[in-house]
Nanobody, 124 residues
Framework: QVQLVESGGGLVQAGGSLRLSCAAS????????MGWFRQAPGKEREFVGA??????YYADSVKGRFTISRDNAKNTAFLQMNSLKPEDTAVYYC???????????????????WGQGTQVTVSS
């Protein structure tokens, strides 16, 4: 069992930055694939990015602006968000699961555990 707790959300002006953290419990953190998803009001939850081993993956909408990293010693994953836009406004969720093949890193069903989410609001 893995429990995830996100933090770091808030209100920021367009062009600003935020860094989200995802603290995980459990002894298997280093072997887990970590993903970030977001859900805006009235929209489906969408893939933002993931880190699996030393490889990172990003949605086209955030590529070049967002960076995912992890600190296995601290059981924490991070999402650094730069050059934020109003359309980045959403609840951001971290997720964890064992590495699976194909493109499951971008699929909600590719993850077994989810955090409660943290709100990010970008004002114009």
């Amino acid at each position: 069992q893995v429990q995830l707790v996100e933090s770091g959300g808030g209100l920021v002006q367009a062009g600003g930055s935020l860094r989200l953290s995802c603290a995980a419990s459990g002894r298997t953190f280093s072997s887990q694939r970590m993903g970030w998803f977001r859900q805006a009001p009235g929209k489906e939850r969408e893939f933002v990015g993931a880190i699996s081993g030393g490889t990172t993956y990003y949605a086209d909408s955030v590529k070049g602006r967002f960076t995912i990293s992890r600190d296995n010693a601290k059981n924490t994953a991070f999402l650094q968000m730069n050059s934020l836009k109003p359309e980045d406004t959403a609840v951001y969720y971290c997720a964890a699961g064992p590495p699976r093949g194909g493109t499951l890193f971008a699929a909600k069903y590719g993850y077994d555990y989810w955090g409660q989410g943290t709100q990010v609001t970008v004002s114009s």
